[in-house]
């Protein structure tokens, strides 16, 4: 269940409460009785390694700068992949 932020209007205090999603927001602070928003705040969720969109599906100027992040030497190993196959290919 996510964790989220209210703070009171009135007293100023920050309430984190676990809701589920389809629970109602709260309205009334429960120290002093005050309205209560919701704050957005900043979350830890990294999406990493392969599968996602910046990875698989980007732009050819950011597979560019991907691959120089990554060297040459994985580049070089690749190509060397790849050439290997085409003569296999061609030996058929």
Known sequence: MPIYEYECLQCGKNH?????????PLSMC???G???KKL??????V??????YV??????ERKKAMDS???T???KSSETKSETKKEAVAAK
């Not at 957005?40 to 969720?45: D, G, V």
């Not at 999406?47 to 996602?52: A, E, I, V």
């Not at 990875?55 to 050819?60: E, F, H, K, L, N």
């Open 16 to 24: 984190e409460v676990m809701q589920k999603f389809s629970d109602a």
């Open 30 to 32: 429960p120290d002093c």
């Open 34 to 36: 005050g309205h209560m």
């Open 40 to 45: 957005i705040s900043n979350t830890s969720f």
């Open 47 to 52: 999406l990493k390694g392969s599968g996602w």
């Open 55 to 60: 990875t698989d599906y980007a732009s050819p």
């Open 69 to 71: 992040e990554k060297g």
């Open 73 to 75: 030497s994985e580049k």
